[in-house]
């Protein structure tokens, strides 16, 4: 392997295996990128958040891949593309409902909460037709001098000190490549790290969870059909349902993400291992029936995709990384699509691999793996742990609204802190900031001891005490704060109000603002 044929190799077409490779080839890196099956396909992971969006400005600029900011709103989307499928997410919005009971909720706002992510449709985040979008960038990767080959099958891989050969099966029969680095972004399948012998992490995960789940058509609003049944919902900050919607049952939870074309995309996660293979729909179906207001919604629904299904979601493998190779995210590990991490992780991979392999790249000196590819694998097992610990908790606490809204607050803070200090004081190294408030000395450990008080049983009254001191030198949303009935607009003047805690004068938040605010 003195003269490899590609100096990458990308198993998997996905959003986040194309991205990469479009990254390394505007730096004028022979990439060769694989896929198994064949675009359009169809794929859940849809919901974007501010931090992704970031993460897409961010690789917009240093790579000059424009499209990417153009996807990075909403508003931006509808104007420079229009034909690809998407969804308006203004916020995320919780309910909790009671089995057999229709839903019920009142002027306090006891059994919903709503936590807007943007202040207006034109900045807010996407839902993703994964179809569309996913096609979309492999054209784009075609077009931009990228080896796309789909149709193809990974058979084998085997690493050596400069590079892997991977051997391969297409239409035409047999073939085999070598390239100097490979990434595995074929998600949970982990073909490249399967054909290189990277085991499944025993440790794996406390969350335990099984999924079913689809795209409907059909599905009214559920704020329509809630309130129909005598629920209180007045105003909040966006529309309830323009959201990653999150409705909170004994089993565990559904989600609903609605596309602007009126397609659903929704899933239900049971708490623990179930074996839901055999009959997606009707395990699916017996849920939902279980809850009037949830019935209702899909009684004239429709399901337009096959049905998926894992009768354990979670994850994880041993190793994100090796000398000459390295797994994204998605492939290393996955826990669960509460509080809608998955894409942003996924960009902020493809941020950090395409500067690791690059350095990778252009090593001449022997001696080892690449400090960057250790600190890379350091900082994804650190991110996984701590989104473990966030779901468990959000877990342990649903069966109680309050403390479910309590909960919720510390991913909100710790987001919300990341987005205003990466807009506002941008640097560099942004992309290598801890996830979730991995390393930050006054979040990193919140998620554990929540779960730790939420295992013991705590009550409301404390644990809600405690989130709010708990976040205070971090808040800057405006968040845990009574009065606002569990309704929380992304409010400009939270962020002044909270100037000294982002080290700044009011004044220099105000001329900021735009910055923040994606105008």
């Not at 109680?400 to 607050?409: G, N």
Request: glycine residues 8%.
């Amino acid at each position: 392997m003195v003269n490899p044929d590609f100096d990458v190799a990308v198993v998997g077409g996905g959003f986040g295996g194309t991205l990469l490779a479009r990254t390394l080839a505007s730096r004028g890196w022979s990439v060769v990128l694989v896929e198994q099956g064949h675009h359009p396909r169809f794929r859940i992971g849809e919901s974007s958040t501010p931090l992704g969006n970031l993460a897409m400005e961010r690789l917009s600029r240093r790579y000059g891949l424009t499209d990417l900011k153009e996807l990075s709103s909403h508003g931006r989307w509808v104007r420079s593309h229009p034909e690809l499928g998407r969804g308006l997410k203004r916020g995320f919005t919780f309910y909790r409902h009671r089995a057999g009971e229709p839903y019920a909720n009142g002027a306090s706002n006891d059994a919903r909460l709503l936590v807007a992510a943007s202040p207006s449709d034109a900045v807010a985040d996407t839902h993703w037709l994964r179809a569309d979008v996913d096609r979309f960038w492999w054209q784009r990767a075609e077009a931009e001098g990228v080896d796309c080959r789909d149709e193809t099958t990974l058979l084998d891989a085997e690493e050596r000190a400069d590079g892997v050969r991977l051997k391969l099966s297409n239409p035409d029969g047999p073939a085999q490549l070598t390239a100097a680095f490979a990434v595995d972004a074929t998600g949970p399948a982990g073909a490249l790290a399967e054909a290189l012998g990277v085991a499944p992490d025993p440790r794996g995960f406390g969350t335990v969870s099984a999924f079913v789940g689809t795209h409907f058509t059909g599905v009214p609003p559920f704020r329509e059909i809630a309130s129909e049944a005598g629920a209180c919902l007045g105003p909040g900050p966006y529309p309830d349902d323009w959201a990653a919607a999150h409705h909170l049952l004994d089993e565990g939870w559904l989600y609903m993400l609605r596309f602007d074309d009126g397609r659903v995309s929704a899933g239900v996660l049971l708490e623990g291992q179930h074996e839901v293979a055999a009959d997606p729909s009707s395990v699916f179906e017996t849920v939902v029936g279980r809850y009037p207001s949830l019935r209702a919604c899909f009684t004239d629904a429709r399901h337009v995709e096959r049905w998926l299904h894992a009768s354990r979601l979670q994850h994880r493998r041993q190793r994100a990384s090796g000398e000459r190779w390295a797994l994204l995210p998605h492939t290393y590990a996955f826990v669960d699509p509460l509080f809608s991490t998955g894409i942003a992780w996924t960009l902020l991979g493809v941020e950090r691999l395409a500067e690791v392999i690059e350095a990778v790249l252009r090593e001449t000196t022997e001696g080892g793996p690449s400090p960057l590819l250790a600190r890379y694998a350091a900082v994804l097992s650190a991110e996984a742990d701590q989104i473990d610990r966030l779901v468990r908790g959000a877990y342990e606490a649903r069966h109680d609204f309050r403390l479910t809204s309590a909960h919720a607050q510390l991913y909100f803070a710790a987001v919300s802190w990341a987005e205003s200090v990466q807009r506002l004081r941008p640097s560099e190294d942004d992309h290598w900031q801890g996830f979730l408030g991995v390393g930050d000395p006054a979040l990193a450990h919140l998620p554990a001891e929540a779960l730790a008080r939420l295992q013991a049983d705590t009550s409301a009254d404390v644990f809600e005490r405690w989130v709010a001191d708990a976040i205070a030198r971090r808040n800057v949303a405006g968040l845990a704060d009574s009065t606002k009935a569990n309704l929380y607009p992304a409010d400009p003047e939270d962020l002044v109000r909270g100037a000294a805690r982002l080290g700044l004068s009011p004044e220099a938040v105000r001329e900021r603002l735009p910055a923040l605010l994606r105008i």
